[in-house]
């Protein structure tokens, strides 16, 4: 059928911030899916409360609102602009579930807008737990003995009938959060209350556990004539029990004989067949190791991020396909994008094998559990290509730059053989490397599968990697060997630390002896058709595949690598927007990255993608290779920068930017003559290497202090110490990994934090603006809540933020982007960090101020001026909109970890909120990033003794406001003191006025507990937030940031009445 | 130990030698199945050939003798990137390896198959030969020249008839290199089997009062079968029901006047769309062919077609006019590839019913 000519104007739905669970995938997803649209000639009306995002981007989309994602608020935009249809399967959970609701409330059909795709019917059969389980049986397919249950005592009756353990899955929730294994009726009573509680209907499902079975996911496609194919299909290497999102995964299978994997295939057919799927879709399955039996475990009636790691395992781009089914295609219509002469109603075959690992957040939360199980709790992921499966592994594994690109692991050398093996039970994020570890001690793959149900198949896999580790230590590096650990997909750097060769050796013997890497295409087809998509792996097969394009000048620009708190999906936006840049100004671009989840690893971004780790090795074969006139590194965060060194050693010319000057601004004392000869001041500090060193800087300074490692991102290892204790703890923290730089210690000073991106030229600047920061310097940038433009700030201190804005980025000769964070204290103005490279804030900062920053910067590093660009210099006009970043946390999903926000950053992910009047602005973005703003409830208050005073205020505020005030004993008295009435709450943990009580009741509205020092998870304020956080209840660690609750308190408008802001307009 | 693959253009492939040795000629050809290779090196069809794997990781799940499209391997060779150390699956008999040597098929692992592919698809399929001694080029090419292999169908083919099931529905199927799951299929819905080897006269495949007959797959070049053709030819103009699978498509074709010609590089894998143009739906099939038949030598007042290829346009279905026969070039019986489309079972079975 060809496109509806019915659909005029659609309107597309973003997924939001990004949380875990719910990250980059839809972005790639969304972009293509605007990008699919506008070029059927479609209106394209899109919201997404998330700035960071490509999708947002002014030339995505006709009309765009980054707007809260709520119900309420889409109404007001379907209301405002009309559109005749709505995509809601692109969009991740969030999307979905508001056309759902939009839809059940019959809104969609009173404003004459049709759902896209599947029809509700089929989405609620797919979604919700009992519906889907009547829909399977009615197809005689299997599912896990399971029960939808409402309340706790039913969930323990139904465990009873069919035997502990059994897993809980509350419905409707992202990432499986609130859900769990339990082994005991008393987890399974936690577990439950927790899940009813979060789920948006107040539901879970209890299901037999079934631990141990081969989990295999296929990803399938189904148009509107009922033509379905499947594009591909996943093994987890993690068995059943760890959330898929957690698990390493291969595609395609490897374990699945035929017969197996053509029955599941045929199951998932039949099942997307029968709930009438009209788009993409995923299946996931449970495989009894040990005969046919299997059952359907969940499906998940959109784009995921399972279809992200599908289209970019195979070259199939499901979002895209899926989007012309939604408007009316079949896939007998819709070409093959990477062969160009084939249709899209095929099924993709692979000549490689694709790795996929999680990246965890566990080095931002010393106090998280890190085990795995059914919640998810990865960031990010990585994908490698190779032609061996040991190659993926070990390529996946330097991608996730945790500064081990082996299986080993040094830690594991001092355990003992029992404690390793004891290892085994504990499913966490080293699983890999404990198997290899017991390995190498001798175990046999027999008895690891008996220890860890992971298939033979795969830990022999392992044992080849272990067992060549061992080849490297005892025997002479033949050339035989050698091409075997690359074909393996060792390093040089790791062929030389075991085989004692220096690593300018192992690479000479190899350049000599022509092992060298040659890249393979990824075309969908295994070579059996003539494929033009310039999407590269590499192998140590002869034969290199790449081609030369012509004569235009080649660029390599670096990406970001995985998803991580402090580098998100700001950098891909970055990256992106510089190679369309570049390719506009007649360069040839080619791109590095190994994220399958982001934009700028869709082969359609750059002339040439290379699918690749970022380290200096993998990138040095692909400069080899492409032979490159210059990189750009300042656009892919901390992963680019770090190989600037390399770049330049291999001879590569760096744009933008040179490395020499980069280390100006991250090197103490350079750094610190660069700020003197502008004469700008900076918070006193020295750097130290050792515990004693500094506290004896400290003791100087004067405490509080700030400690932080250079050259990270993120705030990685930031904190400030109060005391000499603290200072030993924090040092030690930064030295459990070897440092090449020396760790700094500054006077911490309590002052206003303002934020600058800026584009230098070498001669002038252009600031798109200045942010401020609502909470004082001591809270991360990224973690702050940030206002563009300032409200608070001076006429005088604004000229003085440009003029040393202006003076430190040609002192640094800056050219192309630099961001620089400033304080304000006691009426001074202070530089506290510069960093020539793109921020966090820049997709934001251009958003809200029309300037295109990157494609300014590009053409700034490609050697144009800015004066003759066409937006000026110095800064730029300010804009009469009010644009609040608010940063979006990830807490609920990561046990244990402590919510209190300081110097180190936790936020996964952001929201926007845009308003002519700041308080508006400030409701939309709180509402955007989750938190309901009450007009009247109660609060729980309890602060540190040293914020006692500066609460008082607000707390007399939200007093005459209305709020029943709680707080905790020490607190209580002073507010009593002050005339507030108040409940005191005794920070004991049982009775019905005991915190826990009141927060798993439901019964408080938000908190605000300031922390008390140190990272121990033992006292009563981690407790206390952690439950906040597992009960999804506000928890605000700094009085500026309740401060700013207060502001959104007080605006009288309804979400109803703010005005939504279409941002092509601003 | 040391082998390699000598193209009949000149190339050398070089790669560790598996399986058995020995060393043969053989035409090259290459299967795009990510999983059941054990149904492919036991698919008669691919007598005489060796087989290239583009999947670069085989013997993953071992040797299952329930999962065997025929009692032995049949390919000539297999040519793989890297054979599994360790397969793992419940069902798992012995490795792969340990099968080829008992069923004297040579292979060679290490090989960039990916490279061979390619050469294969922009060259068309080619003889070779695998040999552990290059030494002599010149005559291993002039021997790789004079390979012609011939009588495949008589040599894949059972030597004796026999009969399998215990089913209502009478079929009669004539053995061209039948792979095992076309009988099953039929098995699977209440069918007697009679199975004939591909020289059987027409009175003899009648003789059991078939309620539908089926002409299986075989490998080669269909004109090659001349007693085949004119089996068919009679059967044709008999009145019983027929179906035929790939070569069997082909021999009614070319008995009824159409040509077939070959493909250039052949269709094998499990990844093909056919669209069913009575449905319009398209089907993803599994394939093993390098001859078609040719669409403008189609009597258009005998067949009509009834399905297309979606890649290439090629003709994999004809339905014949007043006659209750239709046949398809995939393989509807899949093994290996999807299941999607058995209908033509069901299709042939109701079809018998309705007579």
């Given at each position: 059928?060809?496109?509806?000519?019915?659909?005029?104007?659609?309107?597309?739905?973003?997924?939001?911030?990004?949380?875990?669970?719910?990250?980059?995938?839809?972005?790639?997803?969304?972009?293509?899916?605007?990008?699919?649209?506008?070029?059927?000639?479609?209106?394209?009306?899109?919201?997404?409360?998330?700035?960071?995002?490509?999708?947002?981007?002014?030339?995505?989309?006709?009309?765009?609102?980054?707007?809260?994602?709520?119900?309420?608020?889409?109404?007001?935009?379907?209301?405002?602009?009309?559109?005749?249809?709505?995509?809601?399967?692109?969009?991740?959970?969030?999307?979905?579930?508001?056309?759902?609701?939009?839809?059940?409330?019959?809104?969609?059909?009173?404003?004459?807008?049709?759902?896209?795709?599947?029809?509700?019917?089929?989405?609620?059969?797919?979604?919700?737990?009992?519906?889907?389980?009547?829909?399977?049986?009615?197809?005689?397919?299997?599912?896990?003995?399971?029960?939808?249950?409402?309340?706790?005592?039913?969930?323990?009756?139904?465990?009873?009938?069919?035997?502990?353990?059994?897993?809980?899955?509350?419905?409707?929730?992202?990432?499986?959060?609130?859900?769990?294994?339990?082994?005991?009726?008393?987890?399974?009573?936690?577990?439950?209350?927790?899940?009813?509680?979060?789920?948006?209907?107040?539901?879970?499902?209890?299901?037999?556990?079934?631990?141990?079975?081969?989990?295999?996911?296929?990803?399938?496609?189904?148009?509107?004539?009922?033509?379905?194919?499947?594009?591909?299909?996943?093994?987890?290497?993690?068995?059943?029990?760890?959330?898929?999102?957690?698990?390493?995964?291969?595609?395609?299978?490897?374990?699945?004989?035929?017969?197996?994997?053509?029955?599941?295939?045929?199951?998932?057919?039949?099942?997307?067949?029968?709930?009438?799927?009209?788009?993409?879709?995923?299946?996931?399955?449970?495989?009894?190791?040990?005969?046919?039996?299997?059952?359907?475990?969940?499906?998940?009636?959109?784009?995921?991020?399972?279809?992200?790691?599908?289209?970019?395992?195979?070259?199939?781009?499901?979002?895209?396909?899926?989007?012309?089914?939604?408007?009316?295609?079949?896939?007998?219509?819709?070409?093959?994008?990477?062969?160009?002469?084939?249709?899209?109603?095929?099924?993709?075959?692979?000549?490689?094998?694709?790795?996929?690992?999680?990246?965890?957040?566990?080095?931002?939360?010393?106090?998280?559990?890190?085990?795995?199980?059914?919640?998810?709790?990865?960031?990010?992921?990585?994908?490698?290509?190779?032609?061996?499966?040991?190659?993926?592994?070990?390529?996946?594994?330097?991608?996730?730059?945790?500064?081990?690109?082996?299986?080993?692991?040094?830690?594991?050398?001092?355990?003992?053989?029992?404690?390793?093996?004891?290892?085994?039970?504990?499913?966490?994020?080293?699983?890999?490397?404990?198997?290899?570890?017991?390995?190498?001690?001798?175990?046999?793959?027999?008895?690891?599968?008996?220890?860890?149900?992971?298939?033979?198949?795969?830990?022999?896999?392992?044992?080849?990697?272990?067992?060549?580790?061992?080849?490297?230590?005892?025997?002479?590096?033949?050339?035989?060997?050698?091409?075997?650990a690359k074909v393996y997909g060792y390093t040089d750097r790791v062929i030389s630390q075991l085989s004692k060769i220096s690593l300018e050796e192992v690479k000479k013997l190899r350049k000599e002896n022509g092992i060298i890497a040659?890249?393979?295409?990824?075309?969908?087809?295994?070579?059996?058709?003539?494929?033009?998509?310039?999407?590269?792996?590499?192998?140590?097969?002869?034969?290199?595949?790449?081609?030369?394009?012509?004569?235009?000048?080649?660029?390599?620009?670096?990406?970001?690598?995985?998803?991580?708190?402090?580098?998100?999906?700001?950098?891909?936006?970055?990256?992106?927007?510089?190679?369309?840049?570049?390719?506009?100004?007649?360069?040839?671009?080619?791109?590095?990255?190994?994220?399958?989840?982001?934009?700028?690893?869709?082969?359609?971004?750059?002339?040439?993608?290379?699918?690749?780790?970022?380290?200096?090795?993998?990138?040095?074969?692909?400069?080899?290779?492409?032979?490159?006139?210059?990189?750009?590194?300042?656009?892919?965060?901390?992963?680019?920068?770090?190989?600037?060194?390399?770049?330049?050693?291999?001879?590569?010319?760096?744009?933008?930017?040179?490395?020499?000057?980069?280390?100006?601004?991250?090197?103490?004392?350079?750094?610190?003559?660069?700020?003197?000869?502008?004469?700008?001041?900076?918070?006193?500090?020295?750097?130290?290497?050792?515990?004693?060193?500094?506290?004896?800087?400290?003791?100087?300074?004067?405490?509080?202090?700030?400690?932080?490692?250079?050259?990270?991102?993120?705030?990685?290892?930031?904190?400030?110490?109060?005391?000499?204790?603290?200072?030993?703890?924090?040092?030690?923290?930064?030295?459990?990994?070897?440092?090449?730089?020396?760790?700094?210690?500054?006077?911490?000073?309590?002052?206003?934090?303002?934020?600058?991106?800026?584009?230098?030229?070498?001669?002038?600047?252009?600031?798109?603006?200045?942010?401020?920061?609502?909470?004082?310097?001591?809270?991360?940038?990224?973690?702050?809540?940030?206002?563009?433009?300032?409200?608070?700030?001076?006429?005088?201190?604004?000229?003085?933020?440009?003029?040393?804005?202006?003076?430190?980025?040609?002192?640094?000769?800056?050219?192309?982007?630099?961001?620089?964070?400033?304080?304000?204290?006691?009426?001074?103005?202070?530089?506290?960090?510069?960093?020539?490279?793109?921020?966090?804030?820049?997709?934001?900062?251009?958003?809200?101020?029309?300037?295109?920053?990157?494609?300014?910067?590009?053409?700034?590093?490609?050697?144009?001026?800015?004066?003759?660009?066409?937006?000026?210099?110095?800064?730029?006009?300010?804009?009469?909109?009010?644009?609040?970043?608010?940063?979006?946390?990830?807490?609920?999903?990561?046990?244990?970890?402590?919510?209190?926000?300081?110097?180190?950053?936790?936020?996964?992910?952001?929201?926007?909120?845009?308003?002519?009047?700041?308080?508006?602005?400030?409701?939309?973005?709180?509402?955007?990033?989750?938190?309901?703003?009450?007009?009247?409830?109660?609060?729980?208050?309890?602060?540190?003794?040293?914020?006692?005073?500066?609460?008082?205020?607000?707390?007399?505020?939200?007093?005459?406001?209305?709020?029943?005030?709680?707080?905790?004993?020490?607190?209580?008295?002073?507010?009593?003191?002050?005339?507030?009435?108040?409940?005191?709450?005794?920070?004991?943990?049982?009775?019905?006025?005991?915190?826990?009580?009141?927060?798993?009741?439901?019964?408080?509205?938000?908190?605000?507990?300031?922390?008390?020092?140190?990272?121990?998870?033992?006292?009563?304020?981690?407790?206390?937030?952690?439950?906040?956080?597992?009960?999804?209840?506000?928890?605000?660690?700094?009085?500026?940031?309740?401060?700013?609750?207060?502001?959104?308190?007080?605006?009288?408008?309804?979400?109803?009445?703010?005005?939504?802001?279409?941002?092509?307009?601003? | 130990?040391?082998?390699?693959?000598?193209?009949?253009?000149?190339?050398?492939?070089?790669?560790?030698?598996?399986?058995?040795?020995?060393?043969?000629?053989?035409?090259?050809?290459?299967?795009?199945?990510?999983?059941?290779?054990?149904?492919?090196?036991?698919?008669?069809?691919?007598?005489?050939?060796?087989?290239?794997?583009?999947?670069?990781?085989?013997?993953?799940?071992?040797?299952?003798?329930?999962?065997?499209?025929?009692?032995?391997?049949?390919v000539s060779a297999v040519f793989i990137h890297e054979l599994a150390e360790t397969a793992s699956n419940f069902r798992k008999v012995k490795d792969l390896e340990e099968y080829l040597i008992e069923n004297e098929v040579p292979g060679?692992?290490?090989?960039?198959?990916?490279?061979?592919?390619?050469?294969?698809?922009?060259?068309?399929?080619?003889?070779?030969?695998?040999?552990?001694?290059?030494?002599?080029?010149?005559?291993?090419?002039?021997?790789?020249?004079?390979?012609?292999?011939?009588?495949?169908?008589?040599?894949?083919?059972?030597?004796?008839?026999?009969?399998?099931?215990?089913?209502?529905?009478?079929?009669?199927?004539?053995?061209?290199?039948?792979?095992?799951?076309?009988?099953?299929?039929?098995?699977?819905?209440?069918?007697?089997?009679?199975?004939?080897?591909?020289?059987?006269?027409?009175?003899?495949?009648?003789?059991?009062?078939?309620?539908?007959?089926?002409?299986?797959?075989?490998?080669?070049?269909?004109?090659?079968?001349?007693?085949?053709?004119?089996?068919?030819?009679?059967?044709?103009?008999?009145?019983?029901?027929?179906?035929?699978?790939?070569?069997?498509?082909?021999?009614?074709?070319?008995?009824?006047?159409?040509?077939?010609?070959?493909?250039?590089?052949?269709?094998?894998?499990?990844?093909?769309?056919?669209?069913?143009?009575?449905?319009?739906?398209?089907?993803?099939?599994?394939?093993?062919?390098?001859?078609?038949?040719?669409?403008?030598?189609?009597?258009?007042?005998?067949?009509?077609?009834?399905?297309?290829?979606?890649?290439?346009?090629?003709?994999?279905?004809?339905?014949?006019?007043?006659?209750?026969?239709?046949?398809?070039?995939?393989?509807?019986?899949?093994?290996?590839?999807?299941?999607?489309?058995?209908?033509?079972?069901?299709?042939?079975?109701?079809?018998?019913?309705?007579?």
């Open positions: 059928m060809p496109r509806n000519k019915n659909i005029k104007k659609v309107l597309v739905i973003g997924s939001g911030p990004i949380i875990i669970g719910q990250a980059a995938e839809f972005d790639y997803a969304g972009t293509q899916a605007c990008v699919e649209l506008k070029k059927e000639g479609l209106e394209v009306i899109l919201v997404n409360s998330n700035p960071a995002t490509i999708m947002t981007d002014k030339n995505m989309a006709d009309k765009i609102y980054i707007e809260p994602l709520t119900v309420k608020t889409v109404k007001k935009i379907i209301e405002k602009e009309k559109p005749d249809s709505i995509l809601p399967n692109l969009g991740g959970q969030t999307g979905l579930n508001i056309a759902m609701e939009l839809e059940e409330k019959g809104f969609l059909k009173e404003n004459k807008v049709t759902l896209l795709g599947t029809s509700a019917e089929g989405i609620k059969n797919a979604e919700d737990r009992q519906a889907f389980k009547d829909m399977m049986e009615s197809i005689n397919e299997p599912c896990v003995a399971s029960k939808v249950v409402n309340n706790v005592e039913d969930a323990v009756s139904f465990s009873r009938e069919i035997g502990l353990p059994v897993i809980v899955r509350p419905a409707y929730t992202l990432g499986g959060t609130g859900g769990g294994i339990a082994y005991t009726e008393e987890q399974l009573r936690d577990i439950s209350s927790n899940g009813l509680h979060l789920s948006r209907v107040c539901q879970v499902l209890i299901e037999k556990c079934i631990s141990g079975w081969k989990e295999i996911e296929y990803e399938v496609i189904r148009d509107s004539k009922g033509n379905c194919i499947t594009v591909c299909n996943m093994e987890n290497i993690n068995p059943v029990g760890v959330h898929t999102g957690d698990s390493i995964v291969v595609a395609p299978s490897q374990t699945l004989a035929d017969r197996e994997y053509q029955m599941l295939r045929t199951s998932a057919i039949k099942i997307i067949s029968a709930l009438k799927i009209e788009g993409g879709c995923n299946v996931q399955f449970a495989l009894n190791p040990n005969s046919f039996e299997y059952a359907v475990i969940e499906v998940n009636p959109r784009v995921s991020r399972s279809s992200a790691l599908a289209s970019k395992a195979t070259g199939y781009p499901i979002a895209k396909v899926a989007t012309k089914i939604a408007i009316g295609y079949t896939l007998d219509e819709i070409k093959n994008a990477v062969t160009g002469k084939t249709y899209a109603c095929f099924e993709p075959v692979l000549d490689y094998v694709v790795v996929k690992v999680p990246k965890w957040p566990f080095n931002k939360f010393l106090t998280a559990s890190r085990e795995l199980g059914t919640q998810m709790k990865a960031t990010g992921e990585v994908m490698a290509i190779a032609p061996t499966l040991e190659a993926g592994l070990m390529k996946a594994i330097r991608s996730l730059e945790e500064n081990v690109d082996s299986l080993i692991l040094p830690k594991f050398s001092s355990y003992t053989d029992e404690q390793i093996r004891n290892e085994l039970k504990n499913v966490n994020n080293e699983t890999l490397w404990v198997v290899a570890e017991n390995l190498r001690r001798g175990m046999s793959t027999q008895q690891i599968h008996e220890a860890t149900t992971i298939d033979t198949f795969f830990i022999s896999k392992i044992n080849n990697l272990v067992k060549l580790e061992e080849e490297l230590k005892t025997n002479n590096l033949s050339i035989d060997l050698l091409k075997k040659a890249f393979k295409m990824v075309d969908t087809c295994a070579a059996e058709f003539d494929a033009e998509t310039p999407y590269y792996y590499s192998s140590y097969d002869d034969e290199n595949e790449t081609e030369e394009n012509g004569d235009r000048k080649k660029v390599v620009v670096l990406g970001s690598g995985p998803i991580r708190i402090g580098q998100g999906i700001e950098f891909d936006y970055c990256s992106v927007h510089s190679v369309w840049s570049l390719k506009k100004k007649g360069y040839e671009t080619i791109i590095v990255n190994n994220n399958p989840e982001t934009v700028s690893t869709d082969f359609d971004i750059a002339d040439k993608l290379y699918f690749e780790p970022l380290t200096s090795e993998d990138v040095e074969n692909i400069i080899d290779v492409e032979k490159p006139y210059g990189a750009i590194v300042q656009f892919g965060g901390q992963t680019a920068i770090k190989l600037t060194r390399a770049l330049k050693e291999m001879g590569v010319k760096i744009l933008g930017t040179q490395e020499e000057d980069m280390d100006r601004a991250e090197d103490r004392e350079l750094f610190d003559e660069a700020l003197n000869n502008c004469g700008i001041l900076r918070p006193k500090g020295s750097t130290v290497y050792t515990v004693e060193e500094a506290k004896k800087v400290a003791n100087a300074l004067g405490y509080p202090v700030l400690v932080r490692p250079s050259y990270v991102l993120g705030g990685q290892g930031m904190a400030i110490a109060y005391d000499d204790s603290e200072i030993t703890e924090f040092i030690n923290e930064i030295n459990k990994t070897v440092q090449e730089h020396p760790i700094l210690v500054d006077k911490y000073m309590l002052g206003k934090e303002l934020e600058v991106d800026a584009i230098c030229d070498g001669e002038d600047i252009l600031i798109p603006g200045i942010m401020e920061h609502l909470e004082r310097a001591g809270i991360h940038s990224g973690d702050s809540i940030s206002v563009y433009p300032t409200q608070n700030i001076s006429e005088e201190h604004q000229k003085k933020i440009i003029e040393y804005t202006e003076k430190i980025a040609k002192e640094l000769n800056v050219i192309g982007v630099l961001n620089i964070q400033f304080i304000i204290c006691e009426g001074e103005v202070y530089i506290i960090e510069v960093n020539p490279r793109s921020s966090r804030t820049v997709p934001y900062i251009s958003k809200v101020t029309n300037l295109p920053v990157i494609d300014i910067a590009t053409r700034v590093i490609l050697g144009e001026k800015l004066k003759n660009i066409g937006y000026g210099t110095g800064i730029y006009r300010r804009s009469e909109y009010i644009a609040i970043k608010m940063p979006v946390f990830s807490f609920e999903k990561i046990k244990n970890a402590d919510t209190s926000l300081g110097p180190e950053m936790k936020s996964t992910g952001e929201v926007l909120g845009v308003s002519k009047s700041f308080s508006d602005a400030i409701v939309k973005a709180f509402i955007a990033s989750g938190i309901n703003i009450p007009k009247t409830g109660n609060v729980l208050i309890t602060v540190r003794d040293k914020d006692k005073e500066e609460m008082l205020p607000l707390a007399k505020k939200l007093f005459n406001k209305g709020f029943n005030i709680y707080a905790t004993k020490g607190t209580a008295t002073l507010l009593k003191n002050n005339g507030i009435e108040v409940k005191v709450v005794e920070k004991i943990w049982e009775g019905a006025e005991s915190i826990p009580n009141l927060l798993q009741l439901g019964k408080i509205n938000f908190i605000i507990n300031t922390p008390t020092r140190g990272k121990e998870s033992n006292r009563d304020g981690f407790k206390i937030r952690r439950l906040a956080a597992e009960s999804k209840i506000p928890c605000f660690t700094s009085i500026d940031t309740a401060n700013a609750l207060y502001d959104a308190i007080e605006d009288t408008k309804t979400e109803e009445e703010l005005e939504v802001v279409d941002i092509t307009e601003v | 130990m040391k082998g390699y693959l000598v193209l009949e253009n000149g190339e050398i492939f070089e790669g560790e030698r598996i399986g058995y040795e020995k060393d043969t000629c053989l035409e090259v050809v290459f299967n795009t199945s990510m999983a059941g290779y054990l149904k492919v090196f036991t698919d008669p069809s691919y007598s005489s050939q060796g087989v290239v794997m583009t999947y670069p990781l085989i013997g993953n799940y071992g040797v299952i003798p329930e999962d065997m499209e025929s009692k032995k391997v049949w060679l692992k290490n090989v960039n198959t990916r490279k061979l592919t390619k050469i294969l698809r922009n060259n068309g399929t080619m003889r070779g030969k695998i040999t552990s001694s290059i030494e002599n080029k010149a005559e291993i090419i002039k021997e790789i020249k004079e390979y012609k292999p011939t009588n495949l169908v008589g040599m894949v083919s059972t030597k004796r008839s026999y009969v399998t099931g215990e089913g209502d529905i009478k079929v009669s199927l004539l053995d061209f290199g039948c792979k095992e799951n076309i009988i099953r299929e039929l098995l699977k819905r209440n069918c007697t089997v009679y199975v004939y080897p591909q020289d059987t006269p027409k009175d003899k495949i009648l003789e059991c009062n078939p309620d539908g007959i089926v002409l299986s797959n075989g490998p080669g070049d269909p004109e090659d079968c001349k007693i085949g053709i004119e089996t068919v030819k009679e059967l044709y103009n008999g009145n019983i029901p027929i179906l035929g699978i790939c070569l069997g498509h082909q021999l009614m074709g070319l008995a009824t006047g159409a040509k077939t010609a070959k493909l250039k590089y052949g269709h094998r894998g499990p990844n093909h769309p056919v669209k069913d143009l009575k449905t319009d739906k398209v089907y993803i099939t599994s394939q093993n062919h390098g001859y078609y038949i040719k669409e403008d030598s189609i009597d258009s007042k005998k067949a009509e077609i009834s399905h297309i290829n979606l890649n290439d346009g090629t003709v994999e279905g004809l339905r014949y006019k007043d006659k209750d026969i239709f046949t398809v070039q995939f393989h509807p019986e899949a093994c290996p590839g999807p299941e999607d489309t058995s209908y033509i079972f069901d299709e042939f079975l109701s079809l018998i019913s309705t007579i």
